[in-house]
């Protein structure tokens, strides 16, 4: 069931006024950019409240809502201690310790790049270069993963294809990144930041209405333990307001180390190495206006990561107590006080007998379900039978598909016209955060990539021609992506892929450029080559998911989806856990080993206050 609705004359008013305000921020941005300061990093003169909506929008896009939302409708409320991490790692570690120092070394070193920060800091061009080759690859797949959140709600709500969605998004998203580079985004980005507030608001306070209030409602999901789909039961699953089973050398502790190790870990970690974010500590003047993004940028994490981990969870509830009838037959007694069975589902044919409704293995669908009524029915053969009608969860309704539960549950449970405020929200944190991805693919394409392998000087203006093209193909790419990949949650997992990827790779060599001076060039270099290289192997080798899907590894064991696809919970556990940890050690034993950096070079990246001003007077 989808719960389409249709696109009327006052959706697409509504839809093109927000478009119109957009487009009108994007040409100030545009108007603004004159240099490739404005250009690349804002002009470097942001206001924090414009710094921090910018930074949690771009942060928060459609995957964090849609695709994790939806991952909470299947696994619970576990997804939790996600938005603990995203407020204390990604706001309050990243704003507090990297944000001044990133901020201060960025414009003593002149860096409009986070690859340039560190081909900089490490005095090589062949750091950089990773860098933004690393970045230009694989962000594309991150951004597919949010134009399919985008385009998944927007056909669920208005009836309209998915292809025709994803090709709104895409043109609209280039429009006015093209030509306005990060001005644009970051005033586009508060106005998209707004609305995404209201819309988290009201939908949380309308759940728990709806629900009963908070304890009700909570009390009434944490009652549904024994609906889990048997499936996910057998892989840890102990209900929506419960972690999973946790231990080690078995498959029913599968679902742990697939929350914790790629969910929680990859992505509320990986969030501290992510380019696109990084340079936004570049855009302000000061430390001041950092720590006045703190509690703003903490609030605005709270709501867009809370909200839909908690209401994907409730929609289980929701639906189990005013979703659409089903009818079908018991086949197993689950709980007789409860009333509650697992019932094979049936549907009547265009003679009025009763049949069963097959699954996706072509085998009678059996769901659990909480009985409301009994009568008794006839089936094909015109024998009699009991036949009961009652309501399950939302897993049910959208056949397991976790992509589909928050575009479902905001398609039935809620109003039309908070639809439509609900689409403005899904548009403008897609928008908010693809506008800076293709921002940063276009700039480490041009800055990173062109100028560097062309031996560019460093100061000379760079090639916006390049950069622009660069977005060009970014988004062709992303969008083919997206057009292809569709099947599982694949929102979430591409992003936790590349969450994995940039923390593996660059956070030891981006964290420790910051604060210590013996790491080296060699060091940094090795670090980010091992950091990538364990996480592809993993990808492509070991985590059964990725590397069924890539194929290459049943060339190797004759058909089966992992290297140790006969070894419990290895096959699950995310590259993150053995790559950052591999990536770190590398970093140290080689800086260790090789020739430091030379003094002066040192004094210019971590000179005191009154050493910096020495500097100024003998620039002067």
């Known amino acids: 069931m989808t719960g389409q609705s249709g696109l009327g004359w006052?959706?697409?008013?509504?839809?093109?006024?927000?478009?119109?305000?957009?487009?009108?921020?994007?040409?100030?941005?545009y108007r603004g950019t004159?240099?490739?300061?404005?250009?690349?990093?804002?002009?470097?003169?942001?206001?924090?409240?414009?710094?921090?909506?910018?930074?949690?929008?771009?942060?928060?896009?459609?995957?964090?809502?849609?695709?994790?939302?939806?991952?909470?409708?299947?696994?619970?409320?576990?997804?939790?201690?996600?938005?603990?991490?995203?407020?204390?790692?990604?706001?309050?570690?990243?704003?507090?310790?990297?944000?001044?120092?990133?901020?201060?070394?960025?414009?003593?070193?002149?860096?409009?790049?986070?690859?340039?920060?560190?081909?900089?800091?490490?005095?090589?061009?062949?750091?950089?270069?990773?860098?933004?080759?690393?970045?230009?690859?694989?962000?594309?797949?991150?951004?597919?993963?949010?134009?399919?959140?985008?385009?998944?709600?927007?056909?669920?709500?208005?009836?309209?294809?998915?292809?025709?969605?994803?090709?709104?998004?895409?043109?609209?998203?280039?429009?006015?990144?093209?030509?306005g580079g990060l001005k644009?985004?970051?005033?586009?980005?508060?106005?998209?930041?707004?609305?995404?507030?209201?819309?988290?608001?009201?939908?949380?306070?309308?759940?728990?209405?709806?629900?009963?209030?908070?304890?009700?409602?909570?009390?009434?999901?944490?009652?549904?333990?024994?609906?889990?789909?048997?499936k996910l039961q057998a892989i840890g699953h102990q209900g929506w307001t419960e972690m999973p089973a946790f231990g080690w050398g078995a498959n029913s502790y599968n679902l742990w180390w697939i929350v914790v190790s790629t969910i929680i870990l990859g992505v509320g970690i990986g969030v501290l190495a992510q380019p696109q974010l990084a340079v936004r500590f570049m855009t302000v003047r000061s430390r001041r206006e950092l720590d006045r993004a703190v509690p703003i940028g903490a609030v605005f994490i709270m709501l867009m990561t809370g909200t839909p981990f908690i209401v994907g969870s409730l929609s289980n509830a929701w639906f189990a107590q005013h979703g659409p009838l089903l009818k079908g037959q018991v086949e197993q007694?689950?709980?007789?006080?409860?009333?509650?069975?697992?019932?094979?589902?049936?549907?009547?044919?265009?003679?009025?007998?009763?049949?069963?409704?097959?699954?996706?293995?072509?085998?009678?669908?059996?769901?659990?379900?909480?009985?409301?009524?009994?009568?008794?029915?006839?089936?094909?053969?015109?024998?009699?039978?009991?036949?009961?009608?009652?309501?399950s969860s939302i897993i049910t309704y959208v056949k397991g598909e976790a992509d589909q539960i928050i575009p479902t549950f905001i398609s039935t449970a809620l109003p039309h016209w908070f639809g439509i405020i609900f689409f403005l929200a899904m548009l403008a944190a897609a928008m908010s955060t693809m506008s800076s991805q293709f921002h940063t693919i276009g700039t480490a394409a041009g800055r990173d990539l062109y100028e560097q392998i062309s031996r560019k000087p460093h100061g000379s203006e760079p090639s916006l021609l390049a950069m622009r093209l660069a977005v060009v193909v970014g988004l062709l790419v992303a969008v083919t992506i997206s057009y292809t990949v569709r099947e599982g949650y694949v929102i979430a997992r591409f992003t936790a892929i590349f969450f994995g990827l940039c923390a593996a790779a660059f956070m030891p060599a981006f964290i420790g450029g910051l604060f210590f001076k013996g790491v080296t060039r060699a060091g940094a270099l090795a670090s980010m080559s091992v950091g990538f290289g364990v996480s592809a192997f993993w990808l492509v080798f070991i985590k059964s998911a990725e590397a069924k899907a890539i194929g290459l590894v049943q060339l190797v064991t004759g058909g089966k989806p992992s290297l140790l696809a006969d070894v419990p919970n290895w096959p699950v556990v995310d590259p993150i856990v053995i790559a950052l940890p591999l990536s770190a050690l590398t970093l140290i034993i080689v800086s260790a080993l090789t020739r430091k950096p030379d003094e002066a070079h040192l004094e210019q990246c971590f000179a005191s206050a009154s050493n910096r001003n020495r500097y100024r007077v003998s620039a002067s």
Do not use: C
């Open 184 to 230: 644009a985004v970051m005033y586009t980005d508060t106005l998209q930041g707004f609305v995404m507030i209201t819309a988290m608001i009201f939908l949380l306070w309308y759940t728990y209405s709806q629900l009963g209030g908070i304890g009700e409602a909570h009390r009434f999901l944490t009652d549904m333990a024994d609906m889990v789909p048997a």
């Open 333 to 391: 007694v689950m709980d007789t006080e409860k009333d509650r069975a697992m019932v094979g589902l049936m549907r009547q044919n265009d003679v009025g007998a009763w049949t069963p409704i097959l699954g996706k293995d072509e085998k009678p669908a059996v769901v659990p379900l909480i009985i409301t009524t009994r009568e008794q029915a006839a089936d094909a053969s015109g024998e009699s039978f009991e036949l009961v009608s009652g309501r």
């Open 10 to 29: 006052i959706d697409i008013l509504v839809i093109l006024l927000y478009v119109i305000a957009t487009g009108y921020l994007g040409w100030l941005g």
């Open 34 to 179: 004159r240099s490739a300061a404005d250009f690349l990093v804002g002009g470097r003169s942001a206001h924090p409240i414009i710094m921090a909506v910018s930074y949690g929008a771009t942060f928060i896009s459609t995957a964090a809502i849609v695709g994790f939302g939806g991952v909470a409708g299947l696994f619970g409320m576990s997804l939790l201690w996600l938005t603990f991490l995203n407020i204390g790692v990604g706001i309050f570690i990243a704003f507090v310790f990297l944000g001044e120092p990133t901020r201060r070394m960025g414009h003593r070193l002149g860096a409009h790049t986070f690859g340039e920060l560190l081909g900089l800091r490490y005095q090589s061009r062949a750091v950089q270069i990773f860098a933004g080759a690393l970045v230009f690859l694989f962000m594309p797949l991150y951004s597919a993963a949010v134009m399919t959140g985008g385009s998944i709600f927007a056909a669920t709500q208005f009836g309209i294809d998915f292809e025709v969605a994803l090709l709104i998004f895409a043109l609209i998203t280039a429009a006015y990144v093209v030509p």
